[in-house]
């Protein structure tokens, strides 16, 4: 009888045991599933929720490291992502201009939220044509507002963790005031008359209104605009003229219409060298500093004040 109890007691201790690792293991993963699932368009704008959405998301960029926003086409994989998401942030004002029926799809079922849609108007550039430019990122006071939208959005989303994304936000406003105050403080250094940047497409508008530099690209805003023969005789006439002596690839461009205008400055006498590679549409392999908005914009400003100045 003795021996029936003790036996009695182990099974019941060893079920117990079993219920409460059992147990524990559930809640770990719950705990670890209960992050928001967060889907952005662009590296940037990831960026910009996993700073402000901290330990309470998981955050997907649909475009990594290279990928053009002004042609990407989002594949059966990235529908799946996007149905997933309990919110969806992008960038707006065309950016992603193959992806919008889709962006307008999602609106009907979830939070689907342009980072972009508090900018003042007055505070947009817009083209010849009438578009507005979608660069807002190149900026930094810009995407500052950026920043405010995402924070609003997640905690209008998500209640609980309002303080958390307020703090956050806090936090990361402060260093990108700091980083807005150290390029203009750096841009400063380059001669007023070498401070103009040539790149491949002109996504540099809002940079060079912000920190007073000239620029010039051979594309218009979006890559999907072929440039031509004229185009390219311009800029060239442009770096000949102006005697420039950097031109700059991107890291989300082909380097051909770059390499195009060297050989066509070659070609009248005028050397012109590729003061290096900026990202301007997406940013640099996750991991590295230029993987992050903020690591990106330091590399920029590095390369050009080290080829112009």
């Given at each position: 009888?003795?021996?029936?109890?003790?036996?009695?007691?182990?099974?019941?201790?060893?079920?117990?045991a079993?219920?409460?690792?059992?147990c524990?293991?559930?809640?770990?993963g719950?705990?670890?599933?209960?992050?928001?699932?967060?889907?952005?368009?662009?590296?940037?704008v990831?960026?910009?929720a996993?700073?402000i959405g901290?330990?309470?998301v998981?955050?997907?960029?649909?475009?990594?490291?290279?990928v053009?926003?002004?042609l990407?086409?989002a594949?059966?994989?990235?529908?799946?992502?996007?149905?997933?998401?309990?919110?969806?942030?992008?960038n707006?004002?065309?950016?992603?201009?193959?992806?919008?029926?889709?962006?307008?799809?999602?609106?009907?079922?979830?939070?689907?939220?342009?980072?972009?849609?508090r900018?003042?108007e007055?505070?947009l550039?817009?083209?010849?044509?009438?578009?507005?430019?979608?660069?807002?990122?190149?900026?930094?006071?810009?995407?500052m507002?950026?920043?405010?939208?995402?924070?609003?959005?997640l905690?209008?989303?998500?209640?609980e963790?309002?303080?958390?994304?307020r703090?956050?936000?806090?936090?990361?406003?402060?260093?990108l005031?700091?980083?807005?105050e150290?390029?203009?403080?750096?841009?400063?250094?380059?001669?007023?008359?070498?401070?103009?940047?040539?790149?491949?497409?002109?996504a540099?508008?809002?940079?060079?209104?912000a920190?007073?530099?000239e620029v010039?690209?051979?594309?218009?805003?979006?890559t999907?605009?072929e440039?031509?023969l004229?185009?390219?005789?311009?800029?060239?006439?442009?770096?000949?003229?102006?005697?420039?002596?950097?031109?700059?690839?991107?890291?989300s461009?082909?380097?051909?219409?770059?390499?195009?205008?060297?050989?066509?400055?070659?070609?009248?006498?005028?050397?012109?060298?590729?003061?290096?590679?900026?990202?301007?549409?997406?940013?640099?392999?996750?991991?590295?500093?230029?993987?992050?908005?903020?690591?990106?914009?330091?590399?920029n400003?590095?390369?050009?004040?080290?080829?112009?100045r």
């Open positions: 009888m003795l021996r029936r109890l003790r036996l009695g007691l182990a099974l019941l201790a060893l079920g117990i079993v219920v409460t690792a059992g524990a293991t559930g809640q770990a719950t705990a670890a599933g209960d992050r928001i699932p967060v889907v952005a368009t662009t590296g940037m990831a960026d910009l996993r700073n901290g330990d309470r998981a955050v997907t960029a649909l475009m990594g490291p290279g053009d926003p002004h990407f086409k594949s059966e994989g990235d529908i799946a992502r996007l149905q997933q998401a309990r919110i969806i942030f992008y707006g004002l065309h950016l992603e201009g193959r992806m919008g029926d889709i962006l307008v799809k999602m609106a009907r079922e979830k939070p689907t939220v342009a980072v972009a849609e900018i003042p007055e505070r550039l817009i083209t010849e044509d009438g578009v507005e430019d979608p660069h807002i990122w190149f900026d930094v006071s810009l995407w507002e950026a920043a405010a939208v995402v924070r609003d959005s905690v209008q989303l998500d209640p963790g309002a303080s958390t994304y703090q956050n936000a806090e936090a990361y406003l402060a260093e005031k700091g980083l807005d150290w390029a203009r403080a750096e841009l400063a250094t380059i001669p007023v008359g070498r401070r103009v940047l040539v790149t491949a497409h002109d540099f508008g809002y940079f060079g209104r920190y007073d530099i010039a690209g051979l594309q218009g805003i979006s999907a605009t440039y031509g004229a185009d390219l005789q311009q800029m060239i006439d442009l770096l000949v003229e102006r005697e420039i002596k950097a031109v700059f690839i991107e890291s461009v082909p380097r051909s219409s770059i390499e195009a205008l060297v050989e066509g400055a070659a070609a009248r006498g005028h050397q012109v060298s590729i003061g290096g590679e900026l990202f301007s549409d997406a940013m640099g392999p996750e991991g590295t500093p230029e993987g992050t908005y903020v690591g990106m914009i330091r590399h400003v590095r390369a050009i004040v080290e080829a112009l």
